[in-house]
């Protein structure tokens, strides 16, 4: 089984300054990794994917994320927020080869950009 | 529009009142699953389904159902609520079930509250 650590669950930053959420996992098997967004009362949305390949990852939005294997990590980063980045940001992860094609969550991060 | 739907969006129900929340989605998706978010726990996986009559438990099964008769339908099924399964629900469908990873879409989501 997989499972993954959101490190920071509250993660407060003022407007312009760079952000960092971190996010590590844990599994036996090559995984694929994933951030979703959720923007107050709204679902799910999927903002970046690390499938394969390059192991830097972005999204139209101006995030991105690393994947680091021997960190087991897949920190997010953006290095300007602006205040509509304000969300809960979660931390998915996959195994591959997984016949479930089940999605294990970290517990979320809530960014708050203040003005 | 590709979508995942849910109804209700919002429910308010008392102890012991059986209840169902629909899941459609017009996607031909064969892979269905439904979640659980609760704050600070992320969310948690209740029941999925790989087709049509083939579901499995999750990782907080108990207290709930499902039944997949159809493969663009999923309902959840709470036989006897309690208010422990006060929670945010999503509904999510992806295609194939196995193999190459596909995104998965969730729907929007039900607010239930059991008094």
């Known amino acids: 089984a997989q499972s993954v650590t959101q490190l920071d669950s509250q993660v407060p930053v003022f407007e312009e300054a760079p952000v960092e959420l971190r996010c590590n996992y844990s599994s036996s098997v090559s995984v694929y990794l994933f951030w979703y967004v959720q923007y107050p009362n709204q679902g799910l949305q999927l903002l970046l994917k690390y499938l394969s390949g390059s192991t830097l990852v972005k999204s139209i939005n101006g995030f991105e994320a690393e994947f680091n294997k021997s960190q087991t990590s897949f920190h997010l980063r953006k290095p300007s927020v602006h205040i509509s980045d304000t969300a809960e940001y979660f931390c998915a992860v996959s195994g591959r080869g997984s016949t479930l094609g089940r999605l294990y969550f970290g517990r979320g991060t809530q960014l708050t950009v203040w003005p | 529009e590709a979508q995942v739907t849910q109804n209700p969006r919002y429910l308010i129900t008392v102890t012991g009142k059986k209840l169902t929340v629909t899941c459609s989605q017009n996607?031909?998706?064969?892979?269905m699953s439904w979640y659980r978010q609760d704050p600070g726990l992320g969310l948690r996986q209740i029941y999925y389904s790989m087709n049509v009559e083939v579901t499995d438990k999750g990782d907080v099964p108990e207290g709930y159902k499902v039944s997949r008769k159809e493969k663009r339908n999923f309902p959840l099924i709470l036989e006897s609520p309690s208010p422990n399964q006060t929670s945010l629900y999503f509904c999510a469908s992806r295609t194939p079930a196995t193999g190459v990873y596909n995104e998965q879409f969730f729907g929007p989501g039900t607010r239930l509250t059991v008094l």
């Open positions: 996607m031909n998706h064969e892979y």
